[in-house]
């Protein structure tokens, strides 16, 4: 199954933009979420996730205090609000979703989504 992305585009420097995720029908148990972004030329980072069953949250230190992932109304379904945006955030955001079993360091599984273009103008 592969996660629906909505949202991003294109906006000035300091403007806000919301990315939202949902994990369709058929997906298998999972329960940790979250954004990662790749500019041009460089390798895909993490931006923020979300533990679905805690909510407990986590952050790329370049967009703390500007960004604010959680969890949606539907299960399953995460959002990203950004706020204060730069022009450096600009990049294709990726959502993603993945089972961790226990103190697991990687998932037994994960889904990812197509992409969707972030793009801040100066």
């Known amino acids: 199954a592969q996660l629906v992305e909505s949202g991003g585009g294109l906006v000035q420097a300091g403007g806000s933009l919301r990315l939202s995720c949902a994990a369709p029908?058929?997906?298998?148990?999972?329960?940790?979420m979250g954004w990662y972004r790749q500019a041009p030329g460089k390798r895909r980072e993490l931006v923020a996730t979300?533990?679905?069953?805690?909510?407990?949250?986590n952050y790329a230190d370049s967009v703390k205090g500007r960004f604010t992932i959680s969890g949606g109304d539907a299960k399953n379904t995460i959002n990203l609000q950004m706020d204060s945006l730069k022009p450096e955030d600009t990049a294709v955001y990726y959502c993603y979703a993945a089972y961790y079993r226990g103190s697991d360091h990687d998932p037994a599984y994960e889904y990812w989504g197509q992409g969707t273009q972030v793009t801040v103008s100066s």
């Open positions: 979300i533990s679905l069953g805690s909510g407990s949250t």
């Open positions: 029908p058929g997906t298998f148990t999972i329960n940790r």
